[in-house]
């Protein structure tokens, strides 16, 4: 069965300093691999797919197979960057979400 | 603007109500997903149709249904409602031909009493 675990329900960092969110999954097949976030008072939106291997607002994420892991990271955190961020994971056309890291920019 | 709008941002119901939760999407998207959010468990996916009126269940169906008579709406349904319901319900779409990307309603909060 298909699964996807973020270790951290809180994250608070200071501005300007490196962010790593945690996503580790389980799946057999050739995982397609998400994140999403939510800042508040907005809908839940795609923040970068592991296939397009881009850079979103400063976040990117990259794929280890040989650890099942797609760990989001951002090298100086801003005080935007405060919101919930969900990893996801695809099956056909259906994804399976984390549990979901909050985290929290300081200034 | 491409949208997926939920009708009812907010609800509060009663234990034993039916309650209808509406979802439209305006992308002409094939595929169709319910979900609820609740803290410490992520989103779990309730229902989901690839097509009008085709339905299949997700990971937690039981005490909901779903209807899809037009490509564009998708209603999901809780037959008589108990407390342990109360959330916040997502809606989301995506085309066959896409990234995979999910198009996600604002939430509808549900409330039972």
């Known amino acids: 069965a298909q699964r996807v675990t973020q270790p951290e329900k809180l994250l608070s960092v200071f501005k300007g300093a490196p962010v790593e969110l945690k996503c580790n999954y389980s799946?057999?097949?050739?995982?397609?691999l998400f994140w999403y976030v939510q800042y508040s008072r907005q809908r839940l939106q795609l923040l970068l797919r592991?296939?397009s291997r881009e850079s979103i607002k400063g976040f990117t994420a990259d794929l280890n197979k040989g650890e099942t892991s797609f760990h989001l990271k951002k090298p100086f955190a801003q005080e935007e960057d405060s919101a919930m961020y969900y990893c996801a994971l695809s099956n056909d056309y259906k994804l399976s979400f984390g549990a979901g890291t909050t985290v929290t920019v300081r200034a | 603007d491409v949208k997926v709008t939920q009708s009812s941002r907010y609800l509060v119901k009663r234990t034993g109500e039916k309650v209808f939760l509406e979802c439209v999407q305006d992308?002409?998207?094939?595929?169709m997903f319910w979900y609820r959010q609740d803290p410490g468990l992520g989103l779990r996916l309730i229902y989901f149709?690839?097509?009008?009126?085709?339905?299949e269940k997700g990971d937690i169906p039981e005490g909901y249904s779903v209807s899809r008579e037009k490509k564009e709406r998708f209603s999901l349904i809780l037959e008589s409602a108990s407390t342990n319901q109360t959330s916040m319900y997502l809606c989301?779409?995506?085309?066959?031909?896409?990234?995979?990307?999910?198009?996600f309603g604002e939430g509808s909060r549900l409330t039972v009493l």
């Open positions: 149709s690839y097509d009008v009126k085709m339905k």
């Open positions: 592991h296939i």
């Open positions: 799946y057999s097949g050739s995982p397609e």
């Open positions: 992308m002409d998207h094939e595929n």
């Open positions: 989301a779409s995506s085309t066959n031909g896409g990234t995979g990307e999910l198009f």
